[in-house]
């Protein structure tokens, strides 16, 4: 007869690790389950605009229009624009150069609603105080492009419309509503993100809605990676060796 060890392994998890490792799975997961979603819709939105822009380009009416109707809608509006409105959207970067999206409301011709136009991207000068000039064309025009409603910003804290009235044309987010109160104008609910051709000098090549939806899906890879360590790391360290003697 022989004698020897026989190593076993005993599965004991103790309350504060496993409590730590729900918490890390259930957040991480969650944060997954976010950029995988977040590039599902920009797929969506891609996939609307360009079923959309296979369509007759739309007029849009001297009557208010439910904004999410029009969304991504090839549009034509007539008007003239309001150059002592205009709004700088700050911190809008091309090709690694600082700017702005210039939007300016357009009134309607034949109508006494207005609607915002992002005429395209300029970029800052060398000193922050100083705003570029933005050459605006006179009279009655026609503008093309396609129809958004802007998403809010998450993470905005939550001001009223007065706490911009007199901080000038620049703003860091574009909220339809208010704007509206703050320059006393009916709006239509959406925003033209203008296409066609203007000698302003404006750069008008807008992002495709599902661009970067790798980068999304690279990050939920990474946060559904994070769930499935911290879940290994748990039962490794809760999982321990016991001696018991053999006859």
Sequence with gaps: ?????????????????????????????????????????????????????????ATLPSVRVEGAAWAQRRVSVRGEFIASRMILIDNRVRNGVPGYHVVMPLRIEGSILYVLVNRGWIAAGTRREQLPPVVTPAGSLTIEGTAMVPMPNPYELSRAPEANASAGPLRQNLVIERVAAEQGMALQPIVILQSSP??????????????????????AFQWYAMAVVALILWIAFNLKKTENDEP
């Design 1 to 57: 007869m022989s004698s020897g060890v026989n190593k076993r392994y005993r599965f004991r998890p103790r309350l504060i690790p496993t409590l730590a490792m729900l918490v890390i799975v259930v957040a991480t997961t969650l944060l997954g389950n976010w950029q995988t979603r977040r590039a599902q819709d920009k797929l969506a939105l891609q996939a609307q605009q360009d079923s959309l822009a296979t369509g007759p380009v």
């Design 198 to 219: 203007s000698s302003d000098g404006l750069m008008r090549d807008w992002p495709r809605p599902d661009a970067r939806t790798d980068n999304h899906r690279a990050y």
